[in-house]
C-alpha cells in the first residue's frame, strides 16, 4: 500500500467521524432539552408543551424546535442559519434576555419560523382531496400572496404563549 493510498484512506475514516460528530450535534442541539436549558425560553417551552405540535395530541406529530426554527430548503442554509441563531441566542441569554421584550418580538415571528419546517409534514397539495376546505384556506399562501404560515397561524407551536411570556416577565 502506497502513502498515498494510506492517506486516502485516513482522510475518508477522519472525514466520516468529523461527520457523524456534527451530525450527532446537530441532533441533541434542535430539541426542547437543549432550548429550554436556558433560562429566558422557560415561558417558550411550557407553552410549546402544551401545543398539538408540542407532544400535547394522540394525532399531531410532535414537533422538534429546528423543525419550525431553521429553515429546511437546503442543508447549507440550515447550518448557516442554525450557527447565527444558536449564536445569537448565547449572546442574547447573556446580555440582553433580561431587558428583552419577548411578546413585542411575537411581532417578527417570521423572522425566526419557517415555512418550509410546515411543509415537511403538510402537504397543500394533497390537501385539496384529503381537506378541501383547508386546501381553499391556503389559496392565498399557495398562490404567494401570504408569504409565512406564521402570518395566518399566528402562535403555532406555542399555545397560548403570550400568557407565558406575561408571567415570566412578571416573575422577574
Not at 117 to 146: Q, S, T, W
Request: include cysteine; glycine fraction near 6%.
Amino acid at each position: 500500500m502506497t502513502k498515498k493510498v494510506l492517506y486516502i484512506i485516513i482522510g475518508i475514516i477522519f472525514g466520516a467521524i468529523i461527520s457523524i460528530i456534527s451530525a450527532e450535534m446537530i441532533e441533541h442541539t434542535s430539541d426542547i432539552n437543549f432550548c429550554s436549558s436556558c433560562h429566558s425560553m422557560k415561558g417558550v417551552s411550557e407553552s410549546y408543551l402544551l401545543d398539538v405540535h408540542g407532544g400535547n395530541s394522540k394525532h399531531a406529530v410532535k414537533a422538534k424546535c429546528a423543525d419550525c426554527h431553521l429553515p429546511h430548503n437546503n442543508v447549507t442554509n440550515y447550518l448557516i442559519t442554525k450557527g447565527y441563531t444558536g449564536a445569537k441566542d448565547v449572546l442574547g441569554e447573556i446580555f440582553w434576555a433580561e431587558s428583552f421584550d419577548w411578546v413585542k418580538n411575537l411581532e417578527n415571528r417570521q423572522e425566526f419560523t419557517y415555512s418550509s419546517g410546515c411543509l415537511k409534514c403538510h402537504d397543500i397539495e394533497n390537501m385539496k382531496y384529503e381537506i378541501p376546505k383547508a386546501f381553499i384556506a391556503h389559496k392565498d399562501f399557495r398562490e404567494g400572496k401570504v408569504r409565512s404560515c406564521v402570518e395566518c397561524h399566528e402562535h403555532v407551536g406555542h399555545k397560548n404563549i403570550k400568557n407565558f411570556l406575561t408571567i415570566n416577565k412578571e416573575e422577574k
